[in-house]
């Protein structure tokens, strides 16, 4: 990395470091400015930075990151080491929570579908909420550790609920005339079930980015990491699943969901000690204030000034610049926010000075953070569709697995929620191949250091969607025949197919995964501004928690529907009457149109422009307090 006047990256850089609330900077000096006295020696940092950030991270104690020796693979290590434990509970919970509602709380099929969609629903859309509390007021560090602390303490609430007998119904071997849980026992158990989604929506947006901070987007070395950061993330996290799908869920069906969530509470206070373990090594961003301030002003400015006329010239709009903050470079969409961003006088006088306040004038950068934000809506609106099939999974596939024939051998039977595990494996084989092979691969036709760009790989992913919920209606399909032609439409018995043949459309589902789930992680990431990239995560998982709601509502409308003058719904209590068939192929045409809007949102889309900050030797950096002492 070069600096100024040809100056080596190696060169040493003392940093003036004062205590004093009244010095609101601290400036960047060259040791022989220090050396002779030019500055207060006891406000002198005697340390060296060798290689200085550029993109205003700084280390635990307040000051400007030495990229040798903060963040990079060494930070990222502590923060993924405690996501592989936070996965395990999370996956733990809900890859198998619809079996808990229907074998221990008695509760019919659509009622618990509907009940697990609800809660991942709200646990999805909490994290808007944690991504705005951090990037206003606390911070990725301490949002997460606060959150890790409440998680613990759900887990913990949990757990006593699924293990003390007094607080759920008595147990129902036939599945018959089962006695239904008292309110007090429903109560308690999603009373402990919400403790723990407010955990998660604190971890869940800040943890992938705190990540992300640990390597600098313009360091070309760095870069790269970063490209590779997001698909070892997710390589993390179905790690994690992995876990959860083989062990605990096992635990849950044979051993007893007190174990089962047990061990994964246990875990979880270990996350929190990992990540805590790691303090002194993470790169971090302070809160800038927030987002919707700055959205505000915008809005405000534009609408003040919206009978000011836009110059040709973009060059006449009012910039900035920031050495901490990168610009953005101006774009041509929604010309009318531009307003905000030309300078009027106070009074229709041309020798009235100047607006220099916020609310009338903002700085281009700001203005094009603001078109950013609504410049990704749509792309979030496309996507919401392959979420809904994702939670397909966990809920119906999941249902069909419970009735068919788990045996694998004379003595092995397959926990119907360990059916995930072909997705998992599926993400898990493929992670590494599209890292060190896809991507050099596609890199030499498309020119894109990515491989693929972010828009063209939610896209591949949408498409084989498509195909994963028609392979799902042509299995079911075989499925109900085979119901019939052994007359278990009102039975219980297990199907006389094995639960393999579902391995397919699992499978699919997780190359599809790979590209437009991740894909969706980092774009949301990457296009939203840099001091909003927590809130950007939490679109990401938004998306999720709001496809869960979708769920509801598709439901319970094909239900309504397909049940109309008396006719059978297409969903019903039992799964062997039901026709999930029609319910898949609907899915599949659903994801086809949707595609075709994605495609449509792609082909306008302007990705996000920076312009380079150049690293002066003179740099005048906020004062952060030290997050230790």
Same mark, same amino acid.
């Given at each position: 990395?070069?600096?100024?006047?040809?100056?080596?990256?190696?060169?040493?850089?003392?940093?003036?470091?004062?205590?004093?609330?009244?010095?609101?900077?601290?400036?960047?000096?060259?040791?022989?400015?220090?050396?002779?006295?030019?500055?207060?020696?006891?406000?002198?940092?005697?340390?060296?930075?060798?290689?200085?950030?550029?993109?205003?991270?700084?280390?635990?104690?307040?000051?400007?990151?030495?990229?040798?020796?903060?963040?990079?693979?060494?930070?990222?290590?502590?923060?993924?080491?405690?996501?592989?434990?936070?996965?395990?509970?999370?996956?733990?919970?809900?890859?198998?929570?619809?079996?808990?509602?229907?074998?221990?709380?008695?509760?019919?099929?659509?009622?618990?579908?509907?009940?697990?969609?609800?809660?991942?629903?709200?646990?999805?859309?909490?994290?808007?909420?944690?991504?705005?509390?951090?990037?206003?007021?606390?911070?990725?560090?301490?949002?997460?550790?606060?959150?890790?602390?409440?998680?613990? %303490?759900?887990? !913990? =609430? +949990?757990?006593? @609920?699924? *293990?003390?007998?007094?607080?759920? /119904?008595?147990?129902? $071997?036939?599945?018959?005339?089962?006695?239904?849980?008292?309110?007090?026992?429903?109560?308690?158990?999603?009373?402990?079930?919400?403790?723990?989604?407010?955990?998660?929506?604190?971890?869940?947006?800040?943890?992938?980015?705190?990540?992300?901070?640990?390597?600098?987007?313009?360091?070309?070395?760095?870069?790269?990491?970063?490209?590779?950061?997001?698909?070892?993330?997710?390589?993390?996290?179905?790690?994690?699943?992995?876990?959860?799908?083989?062990?605990?869920?096992?635990?849950?069906?044979?051993?007893?969901?007190?174990?089962?969530?047990?061990?994964?509470?246990?875990?979880?206070?270990? %996350?929190?000690? !990992? =990540? +805590?373990?790691? @303090?002194? *090594?993470?790169?971090?961003?302070? /809160?800038?204030?927030? $987002?919707?301030?700055?959205?505000?002003?915008?809005?405000?400015?534009?609408?003040?000034?919206?009978?000011?006329?836009?110059?040709?010239?973009?060059?006449?709009?009012?910039?900035?610049?920031?050495?901490?903050?990168?610009?953005?470079?101006?774009?041509?969409?929604?010309?009318?926010?531009?307003?905000?961003?030309?300078?009027?006088?106070?009074?229709?006088?041309?020798?009235?000075?100047?607006?220099?306040?916020?609310?009338?004038?903002?700085?281009?950068?700001?203005?094009?953070?603001?078109?950013?934000?609504?410049?990704?809506?749509?792309?979030?609106?496309?996507?919401?569709?392959?979420?809904?099939?994702?939670?397909?999974?966990?809920?119906?596939?999941?249902?069909?697995?419970?009735?068919?024939?788990?045996?694998?051998?004379?003595?092995?039977?397959?926990?119907?929620?360990?059916?995930?595990?072909?997705?998992?494996?599926?993400?898990?084989?493929?992670?590494?191949?599209?890292?060190?092979?896809?991507?050099?691969?596609?890199?030499?036709?498309?020119?894109?250091?990515?491989?693929?760009?972010?828009?063209?790989?939610?896209?591949?992913?949408?498409?084989?969607?498509?195909?994963?919920?028609?392979?799902?209606?042509?299995?079911?399909?075989?499925?109900?025949?085979?119901?019939?032609?052994?007359?278990?439409?009102?039975?219980?018995?297990?199907?006389?197919?094995?639960?393999?043949?579902?391995?397919?459309?699992?499978?699919?589902?997780?190359?599809?995964?790979?590209?437009?789930?991740?894909?969706?992680?980092?774009?949301?990431?990457?296009?939203?501004?840099?001091?909003?990239?927590?809130?950007?995560?939490?679109?990401?998982?938004?998306?999720?928690?709001?496809?869960?709601?979708?769920?509801?509502?598709?439901?319970?409308?094909?239900?309504?529907?397909?049940?109309?003058?008396?006719?059978?719904?297409?969903?019903?209590?039992?799964?062997?009457?039901?026709?999930?068939?029609?319910?898949?192929?609907?899915?599949?045409?659903?994801?086809?149109?949707?595609?075709?809007?994605?495609?449509?949102?792609?082909?306008?889309?302007?990705?996000?422009?920076?312009?380079?900050?150049?690293?002066?030797?003179?740099?005048?950096?906020?004062?952060?307090?030290?997050?230790?002492?």
């Amino acid at each position: 990395m070069g600096t100024d006047a040809g100056r080596p990256s190696s060169t040493p850089i003392v940093l003036s470091s004062s205590s004093s609330k009244e010095n609101l900077t601290q400036p960047l000096i060259p040791p022989s400015e220090a050396k002779t006295g030019a500055y207060d020696s006891e406000n002198v940092y005697e340390g060296c930075i060798t290689d200085v950030s550029r993109d205003g991270t700084v280390d635990y104690r307040g000051r400007p990151v030495d990229k040798s020796k903060y963040g990079g693979w060494k930070g990222v290590s502590f923060i993924m080491g405690a996501v592989l434990l936070e996965r395990m509970a999370y996956y733990g919970i809900a890859s198998n929570l619809i079996s808990y509602l229907t074998i221990k709380l008695h509760e019919g099929s659509a009622d618990a579908v509907t009940n697990v969609w609800v809660w991942g629903g709200v646990t999805w859309l909490l994290p808007l909420l944690g991504g705005f509390i951090a990037d206003s007021f606390l911070g990725r560090y301490w949002t997460i550790t606060y959150s890790l602390i409440i998680y613990v %303490a759900g887990m !913990v =609430f +949990l757990t006593l @609920t699924v *293990s003390v007998p007094g607080l759920r /119904p008595p147990e129902c $071997p036939t599945n018959i005339d089962c006695q239904s849980a008292s309110k007090l026992q429903v109560r308690v158990f999603y009373c402990a079930l919400y403790v723990v989604a407010i955990g998660v929506g604190g971890v869940k947006p800040c943890a992938s980015t705190l990540g992300a901070d640990q390597f600098e987007e313009e360091d070309e070395k760095e870069r790269f990491m970063k490209y590779s950061y997001f698909n070892y993330w997710w390589f993390v996290v179905t790690s994690g699943s992995f876990f959860a799908l083989t062990v605990l869920v096992y635990i849950e069906d044979h051993v007893g969901f007190g174990w089962g969530y047990g061990i994964p509470t246990v875990g979880l206070a270990l %996350a929190l000690a !990992v =990540f +805590l373990l790691g @303090t002194r *090594s993470y790169r971090y961003k302070h /809160p800038k204030g927030s $987002p919707l301030t700055q959205v505000a002003c915008v809005l405000v400015a534009a609408m003040r000034n919206r009978n000011v006329q836009v110059p040709t010239d973009s060059a006449l709009l009012h910039e900035v610049g920031h050495p901490l903050k990168r610009n953005l470079h101006h774009t041509h969409h929604l010309r009318f926010l531009d307003k905000a961003a030309v300078q009027v006088r106070e009074k229709d006088n041309e020798t009235a000075p100047l607006v220099t306040y916020n609310w009338r004038l903002c700085t281009v950068t700001q203005v094009e953070e603001v078109k950013l934000l609504a410049l990704v809506m749509p792309v979030w609106f496309t996507t919401l569709v392959f979420m809904v099939t994702v939670q397909q999974m966990s809920t119906f596939f999941l249902r069909q697995g419970i009735s068919m024939d788990q045996s694998v051998g004379p003595n092995f039977k397959i926990p119907p929620a360990s059916l995930d595990l072909a997705t998992v494996s599926t993400a898990l084989m493929l992670i590494p191949i599209y890292d060190s092979y896809v991507i050099p691969y596609a890199r030499r036709f498309t020119g894109n250091e990515r491989g693929f760009s972010l828009l063209q790989r939610l896209g591949i992913g949408l498409v084989i969607t498509v195909l994963g919920m028609a392979v799902a209606a042509l299995v079911e399909m075989r499925r109900l025949e085979i119901i019939r032609e052994n007359g278990l439409e009102h039975s219980i018995s297990p199907v006389p197919m094995s639960v393999l043949w579902l391995i397919p459309q699992y499978s699919i589902m997780g190359i599809a995964q790979v590209f437009a789930y991740m894909g969706q992680l980092e774009f949301f990431y990457d296009q939203v501004p840099d001091d909003m990239q927590t809130i950007g995560t939490a679109l990401f998982t938004s998306n999720t928690g709001v496809a869960h709601f979708v769920c509801t509502s598709i439901l319970q409308l094909v239900i309504s529907v397909t049940g109309r003058d008396g006719r059978q719904p297409w969903i019903v209590d039992n799964i062997n009457d039901s026709r999930l068939d029609n319910y898949y192929w609907m899915l599949a045409l659903l994801s086809a149109v949707n595609f075709v809007a994605f495609f449509q949102v792609s082909r306008g889309y302007t990705y996000k422009s920076t312009m380079q900050r150049e690293v002066k030797y003179h740099v005048e950096v906020p004062a952060e307090p030290p997050l230790i002492d």
